[in-house]
């Protein structure tokens, strides 16, 4: 996942599904409010639970204050959530991290990460989950000003840092940007894999100019 200028984008991991299950019932990143999403790596029904939650939230502020929320303040109405869940007797941890993202008044993107422990912290981009450590290194090294540089090319991103750690290609990845003053929007399959389709060919070139001055 990676902050742009104009947009932030969410890519995470997607499970197989079974041939006969919709797949839409399988999300791990869903919207918080207009301006705000989440993406998750755990437990889902711990996840439907924190989303429910925030959502509630988000709508009660609306109202109270007549003011949308900020975005880390519903990333720490969300850790501090966790972190009760840690101390509560009879109760167990959240089993999920998450990252909330979104754009606040002033137009600047902005990426939260937080863990089971309820601590969380601002970042440019990051990863979550089962190999985040591997994605992470991927974006730490690639991660520039031009990587960035416009919306397509901060899309090629984040579905490079995925196709280090996702065997099976465009299929098994989801995909979704937020823009100021605009809804969640996912990526359908067809234009993941168009996109996939994209990036090959320009590794494929990249490799064949490499080749051709080693020669």
Request: some cysteine; proline content about 2%.
């Amino acid at each position: 996942m990676r902050l742009c200028t104009d947009i932030v984008v969410l890519g995470v991991e997607k499970k197989s599904v079974a041939k006969l299950q919709d797949e839409r019932t399988v999300r791990k990143i869903c919207a918080l409010d207009d301006h705000v999403c989440m993406a998750f790596a755990g437990l889902t029904a711990d996840a439907r639970v924190v989303i429910n939650r925030a959502r509630v939230e988000c709508q009660s502020h609306k109202l109270t204050v007549e003011d949308p929320v900020t975005v880390e303040y519903i990333t720490r109405f969300i850790a501090t959530l966790k972190q009760k869940y840690t101390q509560s007797n009879g109760r167990r941890p959240f089993g999920i991290s998450a990252l909330i993202v979104g754009f606040d008044d002033d137009g600047i993107p902005r990426l939260y990460q937080t863990d089971p422990s309820g601590t969380y912290h601002a970042w440019k981009a990051n990863a979550i989950g089962r190999s985040a450590k591997t994605v992470r290194e991927f974006l730490e090294k690639n991660y520039t000003e031009d990587a960035i540089a416009n919306d397509n090319e901060a899309i090629k991103l984040a579905i490079r840092a995925l196709l280090e750690v996702v065997q099976s290609g465009g299929k098994n990845i989801e995909l979704a940007i937020i823009r100021r003053n605009q809804p969640l929007k996912m990526f359908s399959a067809k234009e993941i894999e168009l996109q996939v389709t994209e990036i090959e060919k320009e590794k494929e070139e990249a490799e064949k100019k490499k080749s051709k001055k080693t020669t």
